[in-house]
């Protein structure tokens, strides 16, 4: 009777004992442990005892006969015992079904992978903290920070440089790492593409003064122009659009702005206005010293097809909505760029 | 009386009785102490006092490997082992005497 099988359930039994022994040094641990599932399966074997007694009061035990100190966890009595029954219960339930024992195997041999993952969302949010700034403004040594916390989190991982505390600060940072894990990689998609950062900055900059970042946009497409028809369905020029709060609604003047550009009408109290439709759209070129200027020799079809818009005639209308409504009186109201 | 109480202060001699003809692993030396009579102990006491021993100095310990299960941790007695244990024979064997003199009510 010098071979007995290891079965599932002495695995896990061995498995919470030496949890329950965590405190202690692994050198301690393995002496306490070592040929523990043999002798377990053995006694098993023997029925002397048909079932495992609890882990951690066998661990208990264990510790006490052994003249070891009894577990030092005082500072941990809530939620790191919790924590480690959860742990317990979870690790039962995996080694107990053998999918989850088999998913758990292979996930088994990624710690590593995610070891090096939680030292760069580390990485991150420390940039975070300054604000983002590309590489903190030190350019290649921006790295360093991903390189120490990756030599941190990777002898963690590996159980060396440990200290007491250790353990629960491990915990709370893998939860971090966790939590933060979508938001970081999604701001570093972003964020780590120079060519995008540059044109959002420059569209925020241009904004800031041009406004030309605002205007119509249909369908999250911005729009360049519109192309309006009358009831009987010709078309229309100089149809001046607001909205009920009497805004202009100015076109998307940033559509296309390397290609086209759009003429404002001037009004009779000689301001330019931008929303009277359709616009006169002029089609646009880089000349040879690198400015915007208008093209000399335009696509006469794209000139044609800003110029006339999509239909010479549309469908015209039976019942105009406007008719159906009988006319209200609005108080009179001025409205200030196109009186 | 609880047995189990009075084993406490006695299984270090025992375990060192139990190993000193032939070494033997955790489960074994469960065996022999229970095939002796001690039925009440528990192995994970009798493991950890192998440990302890084993610290201080009165045991060896070497691990055999087996192709079919898990490997054994063997404990065997060494010279300061013996000597432990030699003692130990001695206290308890004037311990016990006492003990049953005093229970017998033969005390002066």
Redesign the interface.
């Given at each position: 009777m010098n071979t007995s099988t290891v079965t599932p359930e002495i695995a896990t039994f061995a498995q919470s004992v030496r949890a329950a022994l965590a405190d202690l040094s692994a050198e301690e641990v393995d002496d306490l442990t070592e040929g523990l599932e043999a002798d377990l399966a053995e006694s098993l074997a023997e029925d002397l005892r048909r079932t495992l007694p609890d882990p951690v009061a066998y661990a208990a035990e264990l510790r006490l006969a052994a003249g070891l100190p009894g577990r030092t966890d005082a500072g941990k009595r809530g939620i790191g015992n919790a924590w480690d029954d959860l742990r317990r219960q979870t690790s039962g339930v995996v080694q107990g079904n053998p999918t989850l024992a088999a998913v758990a195997d292979f996930l088994e041999v990624l710690r590593p992978a995610w070891w090096v993952l939680r030292a760069w969302i580390a990485a991150w949010l420390l940039a975070a903290l300054f604000g983002m700034q590309v590489g903190y403004g030190l350019g290649a040594l921006s790295s360093i920070p991903l390189l120490v916390f990756a030599v941190v989190s990777i002898q963690w991982g590996r159980g060396r440089w440990q200290f007491p505390g250790l353990r629960g600060i491990v915990v709370a940072g893998n939860v971090i790492a966790v939590v933060a894990l979508l938001p970081v990689v999604t701001a570093s998609q972003s964020w780590d593409d120079g060519s995008e950062y540059n044109a959002g900055f420059e569209s925020g900059l241009s904004s800031g003064y041009g406004g030309e970042s605002e205007g119509l946009f249909f369908n999250g497409q911005p729009l360049e122009n519109i192309y309006v028809y009358d009831a009987a369905g010709q078309k229309l020029s100089g149809v001046q659009l607001f909205d009920v709060q009497g805004r202009p609604l100015v076109p998307n003047r940033e559509a296309d702005d390397t290609q086209i550009q759009q003429t404002p009408a001037t009004l009779e109290t000689g301001a330019e206005a931008f929303n009277v439709y359709p616009l006169q759209i002029t089609r646009m070129t880089w000349d040879d010293y690198g400015d915007l200027v208008p093209d000399p020799n335009p696509d006469p079809g794209k000139v044609a097809a800003y110029a006339d818009g999509p239909f010479i005639k549309v469908p015209a209308v039976l019942t105009p909505p406007a008719a159906a409504i009988p006319p209200v009186s609005v108080p009179e109201k001025v409205a200030k760029p196109n009186d | 009386m609880d047995a189990t109480q009075l084993l406490k202060g006695v299984?270090d001699v025992a375990v060192l009785a139990v190993v000193e003809d032939e070494d033997g692993?955790?489960?074994d030396v469960?065996?022999r102490l229970?095939a002796a009579g001690l039925e009440e102990v528990?192995?994970?006491?009798?493991?950890?006092?192998l440990?302890?021993l084993?610290?201080a100095g009165a045991l060896t310990s070497y691990?055999v490997p087996?192709e079919?299960?898990?490997?054994?941790?063997y404990y065997g007695i060494n010279a300061q082992g013996r000597t432990m244990l030699e003692l130990q024979r001695k206290v308890w064997a004037e311990c016990a005497a006492t003990m049953n003199d005093l229970l017998a009510g033969k005390a002066a």
């Open positions: - | 299984l692993y955790g489960y469960v065996r229970r528990g192995d994970a006491s009798v493991y950890g006092t440990r302890r084993y610290t691990v087996s079919e299960g898990p490997h054994r941790k």
